[in-house]
């Protein structure tokens, strides 16, 4: 139940309907007291309505799954006291004719009742079209802070992305300095290289040289006389 109050209107409500429920009957069979007793049913048919309508307050600060369900219950419980109306017409055909003293008052609650359901139906639709557009309401206020947060995490990307990007350049920079040593090595080894097979090309002269002198000198000394 949504609220102690409503609990105790719903209990009064079931207690008057248990003793409407069989005053169609009563009024049928009794011929003497007819008259008190259109009169209790409907001094009770009259209390229903009010604790129906007591209900109906309640019902707008329902969670909406027991209001659902209860606004049903209440068009039944309408729909239940239009049949009880009908039934204590039919016990009597006198209480049928128009222009009879009781003919208004059934016609007043047949009215009041047609309207009691009218504007049911009219709150019941109104409570679900609130409910509907508060779960849209909540849906976007998601939307937005799945966007929000969508925009935060795009913006981290992108600013690693940044700086992943100058890493890169760093690192592009540092191979391209790293060529240009390996190109000055390499000149320099090239460099080295026609150094050594000209100094080994002068020292081969220079023994060849020294290997003439001495063969000169030997020559010179001990062969010729």
Known sequence: M????????HDIYKSLYDE???????ISRCHGERKRLVRDFDEKLGEAEEMLQGMDKELVVAPSSFRNAMSTKLRL???DLGKLQRD???????????GRPGDNTYSIYASQNEQSTQAQSQRALLLQGTESLHRATQSIERSQRVAVETEHIGTDVIEELGEQ?????RTRDRLVHTGENLSRSRR??????????TNKLLLSVIILMELAV?????YLKFFRH
């Open 188 to 197: 320099i080894l090239r460099s080295m290289s026609r150094r050594i097979v």
């Open 20 to 26: 409407l429920k069989v005053m169609p009957e009563r």
């Open 88 to 98: 204590i017409k039919s016990s009597d055909p006198i209480l049928g004719l128009s």
């Open 214 to 218: 001495l063969g000169a000198v030997v």
């Open 165 to 169: 990007r100058e890493q890169l350049d």
């Open 77 to 79: 419980y309408r729909r």
């Open 2 to 9: 949504s609220s102690e109050e409503f609990e105790k209107m």
